[in-house]
């Protein structure tokens, strides 16, 4: 097929006489550059405010926005400080490399706007930004008396030990939380954190309510109240409290609330504690879940808590009978002999009940427990219960793998974790956390990140650096050895020395 052959016509330009495209100035590119400055009148140098302890920078009239060096957010705060810039269309925006210690911040910014006759030109230009130093209104308050705050979160759990707030500690550092909190102080039953201002003691009570379920309450009291501008000054306070429903405890439900969730149990295990609870009964593998507004409408406790579990010894474990997939977690229903592990050398007793672990024991392990007739239980309808043979003897929780750790003592873990910069409470006298009982729960709180995949699934776990290699890092669940947490999951943590930086800045020259 014939085409016919298409030629690109030029003109010149009025001023030089150089070919060109047509367009409707009739000049070229340089010669409309030399006519027109489509940047005359925008802001080519702005002065803006940094916060050194807190690293934010101030977008007027008041408020401190947190931005890294180069970042996309410190980008889009800059060019939002530029005035005029409405009367050119932005094509492109970019950093020009600075020193850091300079207090220059340097963009590269690329505009259009239609010229003369309606012909468009893109012109580049710099801004510069002078970076003047300025304390925030927190940090100033701050730096005058470091004890000095605005609004306190008073976050409190009524148990006898501590590891939800070992988890809820690793949860605020994951999420950096508490970054705005000018002092973290552990109390007992409890921490207290206090904010330089309302809106961030606000963000944190919000960040509780999603990971954990809280009932809190807010009181303030006056401080200053100047009568001619009609300002008042307040100090907020917030009360939390966590719900005293831990993971692994046992809880008798009571009737209506058993009735409302389908007839469940009414002996069932905690398997879960997030924004809600989850309760699984043993002897069918039927779960619930309840919300806070739920658990606090009943406000029920813990029948027997993980203070109480008793070491049992698995004689023999029959076929499981059923299996059950809750929240993510594998369950298998069947019959194990088991017998007291204080009773071996006595008189020994051996029980046959029915177990949700069937899926993880075998005859010769361990395994925790509760002796449900054996504890002091202060509950008058589970006491009718136990009269009428209502409920099991014994409801195993966990395997137990002391035996396998024994082996292991001594050695240190593959993984640590950070802590928050926590002061000490020592006014009350006696009354405050004993830190060897501490270092126990700690401990405990360590075999579970191990044993529980699913608790470690939203925290960061770091490698140990006096680890070695030649140790066991595969994860077994099996007799031959405990669970361990694999290296995979585990992050490096990035520590760059005088030395070393001072060689990276060479090489960047």
């Given at each position: 097929m014939f085409?016919?052959?298409q030629t690109i016509v030029s003109v010149l330009c009025c001023k030089c006489g150089v070919p060109m495209p047509p367009n409707a100035a009739n000049m070229c590119v340089n010669c409309l550059r030399s006519e027109v400055d489509i940047t005359e009148g925008l802001q080519k140098s702005v002065q803006i405010f940094y916060c050194p302890e807190c690293g934010c920078y101030l977008q007027p009239p008041k408020t401190w926005i947190k931005a890294q060096w180069e970042s996309k957010e410190l980008l889009s705060f800059c060019i939002k400080r530029l005035k005029n810039l409405n009367k050119v269309r932005l094509t492109n925006a970019e950093f020009v490399w600075t020193e850091p210690h300079s207090k220059r911040i340097k963009l590269k910014l690329t505009v259009q706007a239609e010229v003369l006759n309606g012909a468009g030109l893109e012109q580049s230009y710099l801004v510069e930004y002078t970076v003047r130093d300025h304390l925030c209104e927190s940090c100033s308050r701050f730096q005058a008396n470091p004890d000095q705050w605005v609004a306190s979160v008073q976050l409190r759990q009524h148990v006898s030990h501590r590891r939800s707030f070992f988890y809820l500690e690793q949860l605020i550092l994951r999420n950096d939380a508490a970054s705005r909190a000018v002092r973290i102080k552990q109390v007992h039953q409890g921490v207290d954190f206090f904010f330089g201002n309302k809106s961030h003691a606000d963000n944190f009570v919000e960040f509780l309510s999603k990971v954990v379920p809280i009932e809190s309450r807010q009181d303030k009291q006056l401080v200053s109240h100047d009568v001619k501008s009609s300002l008042y000054n307040y100090k907020y306070t917030y009360s939390v409290k966590i719900c005293p429903i831990c993971r692994e405890d046992l809880i008798f439900l009571p009737?209506?609330?058993?009735?409302?969730l389908g007839s469940l149990g009414p002996l069932v295990v905690c398997t879960k504690v997030s924004e809600r609870i989850t309760l699984l009964d043993p002897r069918t593998l039927r779960c619930a879940f309840l919300d806070a507004r739920q658990y606090w409408r009943s406000g029920f406790r813990s029948a027997l808590t993980s203070r109480q579990l008793v070491k049992y010894s698995v004689v023999y474990v029959e076929p499981p009978v059923g299996e059950a997939t809750v929240g993510g977690q594998k369950y298998a229903l069947s019959y194990v002999h088991i017998a007291r592990e204080s009773d071996i050398g006595k008189m020994l007793t051996v029980q046959r009940l029915q177990t949700h672990l069937g899926h993880i024991l075998k005859t010769g392990d361990q395994a925790l427990g509760y002796d449900i007739y054996g504890a002091n239980v202060s509950d008058d309808e589970m006491d009718?219960?136990?009269l009428h043979g209502g409920i099991p003897e014994v409801i195993l929780i966990k395997k137990c793998y002391d035996k396998e750790r024994e082996r292991k003592k001594g050695k240190p873990r593959a993984f640590t974790t950070k802590k928050l910069p926590m002061?000490?409470?020592?006014?009350?006298?006696?009354?405050?956390?004993?830190?060897?009982?501490?270092?126990?729960?700690?401990?405990?709180?360590?075999?579970?990140?191990?044993?529980?995949?699913?608790?470690?699934?939203?925290?960061?776990?770091?490698k140990n650096k006096d680890y070695q290699e030649s140790d066991e890092t595969a994860?077994?669940?099996?007799?031959?050895?405990?669970?361990?947490?694999?290296?995979?999951?585990?992050?490096?943590?990035?520590e760059l020395s005088e030395e070393e930086g001072d060689d990276e800045e060479y090489m960047d020259e």
């Open positions: 085409k016919v052959q009737s209506k609330v058993a009735s409302g009718e219960y136990r002061e000490m409470d020592e006014s009350r006298g006696g009354r405050g956390v004993d830190p060897k009982k501490m270092e126990n729960e700690y401990e405990e709180f360590l075999r579970d990140l191990e044993e529980n995949p699913e608790l470690r699934f939203n925290i960061s776990l770091y994860s077994m669940t099996d007799g031959e050895g405990a669970p361990t947490v694999p290296i995979e999951e585990l992050l490096a943590e990035l």
